[in-house]
């Protein structure tokens, strides 16, 4: 909304401020983070009145028995948070900033949903159906990936998708696009949700990827600097990175509440939109595998479950972990909660600094 202050640049030349990329998404960034710093309080304080807090699973660790109670649906406050930003500071004309925001509001409906029926009947699997949420995600993944199909980012780059550090080589998809959009929406989006079982994980987690995709997109989105470094253009992309900057500010507001001990959890209204996001975004600057490797710690926290399920039905109960999801393996293997969530949050950076060696190396 500030950015068409810049029109009237030619009445006070410091408005012209507002046409750059650069300085709106260091407003949004600050204004999400001031956002969640100042009704991060007010809203614990509310939920703790209501007694919306946590239900522990029984299955498990037993250390986090004692986190029960802990008010849940943060994710109000980083959602309240990342809109609010956007609104200000991104261009309400972009369709990026429209599809990503709506995608983001969506899911954000569907955890809430869940996280209040959990709180209504008082037990951890009291949510809304595994199968009807897969089937909301799914419906979101086809809907953003038919308009993505019609309306493609960059026309030239139709239903491709790109690999990364090799030059020129990109796989034709076709109606497969579709079910690539699925993949990526839906994985992205319940990675994050399983990734968010230690206080302060998935939000430093995602942190870390919001800004590594904030640089992709401001790449993308300029015709000159994604022309040098071989990235795919994609005119008005560069207003995601107004987006990703109000997102990275509102989960580090976030963060500081929800750092060891957490004082508030953000619950599925947080996990699932924010996943999702991810997801639309990499969709939006066709940098999808380039996802897998930024969200390499939720890759490998889906990937523990779906291994830890399958030796179980497989292998007649044998387990491959302690316990699933991966941070869980390591926190009854014996490491502390918050060694276990800096040592994911550092992994988390050096994944991010190998796929930013990609914008050389093709």
């Given at each position: 909304m500030l950015y068409f202050l810049s029109q009237w640049r030619d009445l006070f030349s410091p408005l012209n401020l507002f046409q750059y990329i650069t300085f709106r998404s260091g407003g949004a960034f600050l204004t999400a983070l001031g956002f969640s710093l100042l009704f991060g309080g007010p809203l614990i304080r509310f939920l703790?009145?209501?007694?919306?807090?946590?239900?522990?699973?029984?299955?498990?660790?037993?250390?986090h028995m004692k986190k029960a109670g802990t008010?849940?649906?943060?994710?109000?406050?980083?959602?309240?948070?990342?809109?609010?930003?956007?609104?200000?500071?991104?261009?309400?004309?972009n369709r990026f900033v429209v599809l990503v925001s709506g995608a983001m509001a969506y899911l954000a409906v569907i955890g809430f949903?869940?996280?209040?029926?959990?709180?209504?009947?008082?037990?951890?699997?009291?949510?809304?159906?595994?199968?009807?949420?897969?089937?909301?995600?799914?419906?979101?993944?086809?809907?953003?990936?038919?308009?993505?199909?019609?309306?493609?980012?960059?026309?030239?780059?139709?239903?491709?998708l790109m690999v990364p550090y090799m030059k020129n080589v990109q796989l034709a998809l076709g109606w497969g696009y579709l079910l690539l959009a699925a993949l990526v929406i839906v994985g992205s989006s319940n990675a994050v949700?399983?990734?968010?079982?230690?206080?302060?994980?998935?939000?430093?987690?995602?942190?870390?990827?919001?800004?590594?995709?904030?640089?992709?997109?401001?790449?993308?989105?300029?015709?000159?600097?994604?022309?040098?470094?071989r990235l795919v253009p994609v005119p008005g992309a560069g207003e995601l990175t107004v987006v990703l900057a109000a997102l990275g500010?509102?989960?580090?507001?976030?963060?500081?509440?929800?750092?060891?001990?957490?004082?508030?959890?953000?619950?599925?209204?947080?996990?699932?939109?924010?996943?999702?996001?991810?997801?639309?975004?990499?969709?939006?600057l066709h940098q999808e595998l380039i996802l897998v490797l930024v969200g390499g710690i939720f890759v490998a926290e889906a990937v523990s479950v779906l291994l830890q399920i399958g030796s179980v039905r497989l292998r007649g109960g044998k387990r491959v972990f302690h316990m699933a999801p991966l941070h869980h393996h390591f926190e009854v293997g014996g490491l502390p909660e918050?060694?276990?969530?800096?040592?994911?949050?550092?992994?988390?950076?050096?994944?991010?600094?190998?796929?930013?060696?990609?914008?050389?190396?093709?």
């Open positions: 703790t009145r209501l007694k919306m807090g946590q239900s522990i699973r029984e299955y498990g660790p037993q250390s008010p849940t649906m943060g994710g109000l406050l980083i959602l309240g948070a990342i809109l609010s930003a956007t609104a200000l500071w991104a261009r309400p004309d949903l869940d996280d209040y029926r959990k709180w209504l009947l008082k037990h951890p699997a009291g949510g809304l159906s595994r199968i009807f949420k897969l089937n909301a995600q799914i419906a979101l993944a086809l809907g953003v990936g038919l308009y993505l199909y019609f309306f493609p980012p960059n026309a030239q780059f139709a239903h491709r949700n399983l990734t968010d079982g230690l206080d302060g994980l998935a939000s430093g987690t995602i942190l870390v990827s919001a800004l590594s995709f904030a640089i992709f997109a401001y790449l993308a989105g300029n015709a000159r600097l994604s022309q040098y470094l500010g509102a989960v580090l507001g976030f963060l500081w509440f929800n750092a060891h001990p957490a004082e508030i959890f953000m619950g599925d209204t947080g996990s699932l939109p924010l996943g999702g996001a991810l997801g639309v975004v990499a969709l939006c918050t060694k276990v969530t800096i040592r994911f949050w550092i992994v988390a950076v050096v994944l991010a600094l190998l796929a930013m060696t990609s914008l050389k190396i093709r």
